[in-house]
Each structure stands twice: as structure tokens, then as C-alpha cells.
């Protein structure tokens, strides 16, 4: 079975920057699409960025521009560059597998003003 593993969460004043990263081990895991997603109080889950085995990347608007997301194929890990955030970027942040279905525990962001 796959794990992944968030780290890098924190407390961060706005304007700031994090950089969250999500490793992944397992006997049965191979390189494939991932994503983070992102979850506030009272609010649905969002996919906020996905990066392909080939680094293809997607990107919701509400990030563009100053979200990163980027993969190390052979660590495994995947990461997210999070710059200029905002309050409203405030969330547990969460990777996916795609072709697992497999979730990280998640990470807290919280920005201030």
C-alpha cells in the first residue's frame, strides 16, 4: 500500500511563503499523477494544483501565479512553493496519488494578516 506523508505546514504572515512537500513510499508505488488540494473551515475540498509523471501542470485560478507545485521522480516527493499568500489561502493542504486514491494525512496553513 502507498503512503504519503505531508510536511512543511506552519504559520505564515501574509506576503509570506511556505514550501509543502508530500512524500510518498510504498512496495507497490510507481510514479504517477499528483495533487494538492486544500480545505478550510466550512468549505469543500478544492484541488488547488496536480503535476503529471511527465511535469505537465495545472492550476486553479485562485493560485495562479503564485503557487509552484513541482516533483523529485526519483525521492518520490512531490512539492508545493507557495508565495505571497494570502489569509484566505488559510487550509488544511492535503496530496493526493490520482491512480491510488491514496490521501496524506494533511498539513495546516495558516496566514495571518
Known amino acids: 500500500q502507498v503512503q504519503l506523508v505531508e510536511s512543511g505546514g506552519g504559520l505564515v504572515q501574509a506576503g509570506g511563503s511556505l514550501r509543502l512537500s508530500c512524500a510518498a513510499s510504498?512496495?507497490?508505488?510507481?510514479?504517477?499523477?499528483m495533487g494538492w488540494y486544500r480545505q478550510a473551515p466550512g468549505k469543500q475540498r478544492e484541488l488547488v494544483a496536480l503535476?503529471?509523471?511527465?511535469?505537465?501542470?495545472n492550476y486553479a485560478d485562485s493560485v495562479k501565479g503564485r503557487f509552484t507545485i513541482s516533483r523529485d521522480n526519483a525521492k518520490n516527493t512531490v512539492y508545493l512553493q507557495m508565495n505571497s499568500l494570502k489569509p484566505e489561502d488559510t487550509a488544511v493542504y492535503y496530496c493526493?496519488?490520482?491512480?491510488?486514491?491514496?490521501w496524506g494525512q494533511g498539513t495546516q496553513v495558516t496566514v495571518s494578516s
Open positions: 493526493k496519488s490520482f491512480e491510488y486514491g491514496s
Open positions: 510504498g512496495r507497490g508505488f510507481s510514479i504517477n499523477t
Open positions: 503535476i503529471t509523471s511527465g511535469g505537465s501542470t
